[in-house]
């Protein structure tokens, strides 16, 4: 059974900071690669972040040299570190993988304003 679930949402102001962590399941973690994606209301799912399972990243061009992803295959966790946040990054940030499988997670509010 698939299980996603993405925390560490929340509020931050422009040029703040958070960082987002992702708990996958075995069966998910194991398919390979992983992604952060992201989904404003009336637009498509994006993705914003890819790393291998052996470690090699992808930006999207949006958030290139701000965010940062990372994985602990032991812990089965996928991590984004956001950085220098700007408004425009304000979505619902979700972790699966690379090609994305049914199963999606709720999700973690990301909001940043002033």
């Known amino acids: 059974q698939v299980q996603l679930v993405e925390s560490g949402g929340g509020l931050a102001q422009p040029g703040g900071s958070l960082r987002l962590s992702c708990a996958a399941s075995g069966s998910v973690f194991n398919f390979g690669a992983m992604g952060w994606y992201r989904q404003v209301p009336g637009k498509q799912r994006e993705l914003v972040a890819r790393?291998?399972?052996?470690?090699?990243?992808g930006y999207g061009d949006s958030v290139k040299g701000r965010f940062t992803i990372t994985r602990d295959n032991a812990k089965h966790t996928v991590y984004l570190q956001m950085n220098s946040l700007k408004p425009e990054d304000t979505a619902v940030y979700y972790c699966?993988?690379?090609?994305?499988?049914?199963?999606w997670g709720q999700g973690t509010q990301v909001t940043v304003s002033s």
């Open positions: 790393i291998s399972s052996g470690g090699m990243t």
């Open positions: 699966n993988s690379i090609p994305s499988i049914p199963g």
